[in-house]
């Protein structure tokens, strides 16, 4: 594909809106978010701007994992609906000019899944070979590989005398990718897929499927590169498709492979470096430290210029399984909404495909519960491991409030009336407390809303070619307060300076009076020189 195809793709100037079902919408009050429930609310996602729907998964799945374990590719979970409410929901999203998205959870299965079922059978089974063995006897594990969710990575099956190999928990057996008769299930179930007119897909930790689990390497294998082309060019290259895979172990460099603009693995990923540093060096993300500010600068000016004409960005603060941005980089009590409008303005500016991720577009904060209230499966083994280590309880809630996936599974506030209007019945996790003053009721008639700043910066990236093409440019890339670049395109360049703290500062940077126009701010009025708490302002300037 040349170039000037490339440029003009959809994605690039789309934003992207992820759905998490369970927690968005509930149609017939049984507690949990459904396909029928989103269907409801198209019409405020297409108020909001928004080109393309990731839909968490909803396929056939035991859940152990809220969908993440799938035990039918090609079926929805009756929880969620039915396959009709599938294609009703593809079909009136493109009546709205949306896309759906749909997530692909590749590295594994549910050990529900039929392939599982036979294959755990015997070691003749046809199915056998579609995941990954090992012999041992059942006291000794093959090797040390943890599970990200606790525990050995490997599980003893009585059935086969053998372990099977798994990333995530139990219920989640990885696939064995060297299998060709595998890889052309998956390719067969991705075609299908397209058939009914999805719009694209996410790949879950796609960067874990070619493992070499006698070599310790789970992730970024000697084959990933190989197995993505093969199925890029299997299925995906037969669409107008949009892909974005989860990468976790990303480099810039490695993600200049999988978005190069030759299309032949995927559109973009989701890389984390930005997201992982408010963490201790070498720990688990539970191990909390301040955010290296002049870091995350640093970052991010990396990505966006590195990336420049040889991939595709990503642009996200928040996902499924990350806690929420204002209550972890901003401000959530006195200037939740300063300071979820600053990190908005900022990250909206840069190049790439921006995600908002359900509730960021109203300041949806952090909940802090009692360790029953959690639902996550990961939440909760990581509690009961630090207990047994001898972890005070104080500290691991300390933990788990500040990076619970559950932070970002709370339900959906779309009122102030009970259970904040997701569900008539009782939803089947608690809903955060503040609901009465944060939901989205209010924020559609307020123009003045964190809700209106995410529509208008949605609008720019539609209106103004430098967001989509300008370069990058850091702007004092010492200053402790400020986080401030400029984006160029042409004769017209966009300004961008945030101050992403607490405190009113001085603001050095200055602005040509005839030329200038202030696009978006997170104050009534701004002062010249000054920055007040979290204030964020967006120009745009014409050379
Ligand atoms: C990804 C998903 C996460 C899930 C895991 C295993 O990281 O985003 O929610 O638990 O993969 O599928
Ligand atoms: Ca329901």
Redesign the pocket.
Known sequence: MNTDSQQKKWWKNAVFYQIYPRSFADSNGDGIGDLQGIILKLDYLQYLGIDAIWLSPVCKSPQD??G?DISDYQDIDPMFGTQDDMDMLIKEAKKRNIRIILDL?L??SSDEHKWFLEAKKSRENPYHDYYIWRDGSEDTVPNDLKA?FGGSAWEWTPETQQYYFHQ?SVK?PDLNWENPKLRREIYDMILWWMEKGVGGFRL??IDQIAKEPDQNITVNGPNLHKYLKELSRETFQKGDLVTVG?TWGATVELAKLYSNPDQSELSMIFQFEHICLDQEEGKEKWDLAPLPFLKLKQVMKRWQQELSGKGWNSLFWN???LPRIVSRWGEDKDYRIESAKMLAILLHGMQGTPYIYQGEELGMTNAAYEIEDYRDI?TKNFYQERLKKGDLKEEIMRSIHAKS?DNARTPMQWNGKKNAGFTEGTPWIKVNPNYNSIHAEDQIKDTNSIFHCYKKLISFRKKHPVFTEGDFQLLLEDDENIFAYERTYKHVKLLVICNFFRKTINNPLATPENTTELLISNYPANEKTILKPYEARMYLIQT
């Open positions: 994992d809220n993440y959870v590295n594994h990200a995530f989640q879950d930790v989860e996902n499924h399984d990961e996936r």
